[in-house]
């Protein structure tokens, strides 16, 4: 499954919900789709797409939120806090952080062979980054709530703070009057959200480098304009409910019926409201209806 498949899922999920949360700022959709795909896609990108191991049914939007973990570097290879499991135990409420981030490496574990590894072989490791746009531990000082309470299964909780934080950064990059942002001014801000600050000179090359030597910068360029070129109704689904498939004017049970769907019927895909999918039946942007979205395989 491509790449541009993958950001049609998450703009299905968590468009909406994006969309209301920045209408007063200068921020657009897709960097947030770049800014998940670049945190967690080697996650989510690949968690969505399995079946669940207790129903054999498509993995739920809540349980690849609550799997959206990672990020296990301690000393030598880390400097914030904690850098090590005794660090954290070292505060307030350690102990109990612990075991939720020894917890969530088990959890990923079962779907990421690494982490599997990691989980089974090294007791002392933990996650650090939390949530489907990586919220680090090194805030647990400053917000213990998020951590201990799991927030980051609830994808509003994660915007919140990744929205307050681009907010700071944009502020610190640009000052305060700044009413729009163009693409790059955008990843600029993002590098900023990445590695605390960015150099305006120096382009795209900084934050993160990986192994490959590709920068931060670089590929939320690259996502940014994938996100932008990818509509959501650029790809059809069909109908596997092999009854047929009801079409309902409104996003839920207590709409009318206004059409069905014969089994095998394909459809182009609009926005997603919790289990409830716009459809378009012509290919032409117009909504036609809602659909149960678990009655439609790409």
Request: some cysteine; hydrophobic content about 40%; proline content about 3%.
């Amino acid at each position: 499954m491509s790449i541009k498949e993958d950001i049609i899922w998450f703009k299905q999920q968590f468009a909406s919900d994006i969309q209301a949360a920045i209408e007063d700022t200068p921020f657009r959709t897709e960097l947030f789709v770049a800014i998940a795909l670049q945190e967690t896609g080697y996650l989510w990108r690949n968690i969505y797409k399995k079946l669940d191991r207790e129903t054999g049914e498509s993995i739920a939007v809540a349980k690849v939120l609550e799997l959206c973990v990672g990020d296990t570097l301690d000393a030598p290879n880390r400097s914030a806090f904690p850098k090590t499991k005794d660090d954290l135990l070292s505060e307030a409420n350690g102990d109990e952080m612990f075991a939720v981030a020894r917890a969530a490496l088990g959890a990923i574990g079962e779907y990421n062979e690494i982490f599997g590894n990691m989980f089974e072989t090294k007791p002392n490791k933990f996650c650090h980054g939390f949530g489907i746009f990586q919220y680090d531990i090194q805030f647990f000082k400053e917000n213990p709530s998020f951590f201990l309470e799991k927030k980051w299964f609830s994808f509003d909780e994660c915007l919140k703070l990744c929205l307050r934080e681009l907010q700071q950064k944009l502020v610190r990059t640009y000052g305060r009057n700044k009413t729009s942002l163009t693409n790059t001014e955008m990843v600029y801000v993002s590098i900023a959200y990445n590695q605390g600050s960015v150099d305006l000179s120096r382009g795209f090359k900084q934050g993160f480098k990986d192994d490959s030597g590709k920068f931060y910068g670089e590929y939320l360029w690259e996502y940014l304009q994938l996100a932008k070129n990818t509509n959501l109704t650029s790809r059809k689904y069909k109908v596997n409910a092999r009854s047929g498939l009801n079409v309902r004017s409104g996003p839920g049970l207590e709409f009318n019926v206004i059409d069905r769907l014969p089994f095998g019927s394909e459809v182009f895909i609009g926005t997603r409201q919790n289990d409830w999918i716009a459809v378009d039946l012509q290919g032409d942007g117009a909504i036609d209806g809602f659909v149960f979205g678990s009655f439609l395989n790409p």
